[in-house]
Structures are given as structure tokens and as C-alpha cells.
């Protein structure tokens, strides 16, 4: 652990210029590499302490915070406002225990603070860089007053998703845009994890919306935490109250309509998400998710041209700031892959391959890299995609993804034996991988005897109970092999996971018929 602030250090600022204000919980596992982090940029750490039974407190006095106690209300606004009346620089910056800052921001907001300003601006939009927990580089990019003056009148409000940017407003202030972040990845993203902030994030939400029944950011939130919890059903009912009493200039409504397309869409009531998008399109009509989500819907319902037209736009440059929450791959790979794939489907490999490219270059990942190398194999170009495979084992030798993708290579040449090796390998080096075992019963289904991909299969199924998918084709790998019973009792479960597969129940009733007539030849046989 650094030493705290000197005596020198603070008698040379006796005015701060800069204070952190902070709130803090446990935060023992998040707290050191936060203050460590921020602690050379500003002039005073201000943290209050709302309850900690862990190291927290050490921590913090350790680091040379100046450290307050207050007992936990369930109300981020009022703990926050605690750190505000303590703080004594001239401008505040707030951020919590699990965010950390880089140097290159830290030194941005250190010069903003020293410099000149405008008398009309009384706060600055900072960004929250939220990074996504796969492979892809994405992260979600939250716009966040967090510098602002310090000033009797600007104090936060609302009991969770607390904002001051109301009481600047009140004050007549306005702010200004910066490209500073900070980046939010210490929270606990574990199943436990993720439950608790739910419950208590519910729990003080249905408090405040007993407060205040009609506020439209309430409403918002109740929603969007619904929808994180994947309860659609819930969240459109409380996404549609928000959306019915939101302003069109309130900064929360773009994200509104977005969650509510996109649990529509999840409820598989994809008429209504097209009416939902076009709505709010009219309302917002340059939003990218939105786009991004017309997209998605357009290509779905096989209305290509359209889907082309929207990813086309969303890719397009937008030069309006606005307060967003945004997937940063909406507007970069996630949009080039999505357009690649209508293209695919439009038959155009060509323009496909440019998106994949770009996609790529926007930081895809692995997924870009599989869709480029199949699409370089539809064209035969054997040799270009041999090389994307070595740049992708080059890039990330222990991924599986070379292996799989270069037996798909070989077997589009015909090596069947040389693709089967490939595969083998992937399991022996990677035989937790769903994909990998869901490629071989993939390839033994079609290059196999009858009865080589049931265990891959079978294998794939116990990886991934849930995946109705993996059990309808467990099920036909039985059926083709010969194994009547077993295939009825795959079919079934495939049926239990997603229970409107007309192909599962057409297959089902074909085993259980070849069930029966086995029985029947069996009796007959006995007699």
C-alpha cells in the first residue's frame, strides 16, 4: 500500500482546487487500486463510509482520505450529499469504489480542473467505460455529470441511479462534454453478485416509486433492472409507463424505447418490437441502437435491403452529443458483423468479407475471424483463409478457434481424415469447450457412421443442458443410429427447453412411432 498524503502535500493547497468525493461499502476487494489510481489528479479524498464490517475503513485512512461515517438509509443521494458538504475543493469529482482511472484521464481531468471555464458551466460529462464480459473488446460507454462546481445548490437527488445534472439545471448551469472516463470493472459479476445488487437495486426502486409513482426515470429504472434480470414481461409493462410520461428532450428515453424493443423481441413478440422501434424512431430518428435494433428485426423477418439500409446508417457518422448508454460494438464491430451477415445472405461474399474486415479492424475478435475464414471458404479462396487462421493463432495462440477453423478448411477440401485430427486435438486441449464438441458431433453427424456423433453430442448436451438446440440434434444422431428410445428421451428434453419447435415435435412422433413398431416386432418375434 502507497503512504498517505504528507503534511507537505496538503499545507502547500491549503484551498483544493479538486476533492474526490466518494461513498463506500466493503469495498476492501476495489478500494486500494481505486484511490491509488485517482489519488495524483486531485487535492482531497473525501470518502463516507456507510457501514463497512471489512478493511474499508483501514484502507481508505491508509491512503490519506479524509473519512466520514453515515448509516445507510438505502439512499445513494443522501450519502453522496454527505461527501459533497465535506468537501472543500472548488470543483467535485465523484466515482465509486470499483472504478479505477488511467493516467492519460487522470491528467485530462487535472488540467480541465486547473483551467479556465466558462461561468455558465457548472458540471462536465465524463464517461463510464463498463467492459463486457466476452472476447470481443465491447463495453458499455455511460455518459455521467461527474465534475461539477462545488456549490451549495448542486446536490445529487433520487434514491439510486442518483443524478445532479436536475439541480444544475435548476441552478441555470450548463455542461460541457469531455472525452475523460473512468473504468467500471471491479464489480462483482458473479451469479451471487448480480443477485444481491438486483434485490436491493428492487427494493429501493419500489421504495422510491412509492415516493414518486409517476417519475418517468423511476419508472425507467424499475425496467431496466427487470430486463437485466431477463423478467421482460415486467419490464415492458414499466418501460411503457416511463416512455408514456417521459419528455422528448429527457436523456433517459432514447435508452427506454431501446430496452423495450429488445425485450419485446426477447418475449418473441417481434410485431410489436417493430412497432415499438419504428415509434421511437420517429421520436429519436438518428439513434443508433434503435437502428442497430431495426436491423436486427428487419433481417430476421427477411427484409434484407432494409437491414442493410439501417446498419448502413448506424455505421454512418453522428456528430450530435447526447447523454447515452451505449454498447460500444453497436456503433463499430457489432454493427459490421450484423451487416456482414445480410450481406452473406444476399449472396454478396464480396461485400460480405469488406464488413468481416472491417469488423476485424474495429476489434470482432474470434467471431469476425470464423465468419471471414467460412466466407473466404464459400469462395474457394483456400489459401487466403489459411492465412486469417494463422493470424488468428498468432493473435490468440490458446484459443480454440484455429483448431476448428482449420478443420472446417480441411474438410472443405476433402481431407476428411486431416479435418477429424484437427477436431480431435481441440477436444484434447480445450474438452470444456461447448464449441469444440459441438463441431465434431457436427462433422461425425455428416461424415460419421450412424452412431459416431452420439457421443459428442451427448457430450455437448451435459456442457449445455439448457440448449434445447443441442438436444433436438442429440436426438436425431439417435434416431439415425438406431437408438428409438434414447432419441425419444433427447427429443423430449429439447421440447422441455423450448417447447414450440415444430421440427423437435415433428421428429419426436417420428421416434416414438419407430418406438412402437419396434415393440410391436419385439412382441411378435417373443410369440
Known sequence: MSPPLSSVDVASNPQPRLSLCMIVRDAERTLEPCLESIRPWVDE?????????????????GLGARLYHFPW????????????????GEWLFWMDADDTIDEASGRKLRELADGPHDSTLYGYVLQVHCPGGDDSGDSTVVDHVKLFRNLRELRFEGRIHEQILPAIRRAGGDVGWTDIFVTHSG????PEGRRKKHDRDLRILHLEHQERPDHPFVLFNLGMTYADMEQHEKAVGWLRQSIDRAQPTESHLRKAFAILVSSLHQLGRRVEAEEACERA?????????????????????????????????????????????????????????NLACVYADLRRLDLAEIEWRRALEAGGGAPAHRSLVETLIQQRRFTAAAMEIAKLESAMPQNHDAFLLRARLEESQGRLALAREQLQEAIERHPNEATVWESLGRFLFEHGEPGDAVAALAELARLEPQNGATWHNLGLAQLRAGEAAAAVQSLEQSLQVRPDSDQTEMHLKQAKAILQSNCAAERIGTA
Do not use: W
Open 73 to 88: 438509509c438505502d439512499d445513494f443521494s443522501a450519502a453522496r450529499n454527505v461527501s459533497l458538504e465535506h468537501a472543500e
Open 187 to 190: 464489480s462483482d459479476q458473479s
Open 45 to 61: 479524498l473525501v470518502v463516507v463510509d456507510t457501514g463497512s464490517v471489512d478493511s474499508t475503513v483501514e484502507i481508505a485512512k
Open 281 to 337: 424512431l420517429t421520436v429519436i430518428p438518428d439513434d443508433p441502437e434503435l437502428l442497430f435494433r431495426r436491423g436486427m428485426l428487419a433481417h430476421e423477418s427477411g427484409q434484407l435491403q432494409a437491414a442493410v439500409d439501417a446498419y448502413h446508417r448506424v455505421l454512418s457518422p453522428h456528430s450530435d452529443r447526447y447523454f447515452a448508454s451505449l454498447d460500444s460494438g453497436v456503433i463499430g464491430a457489432k454493427a459490421h458483423h
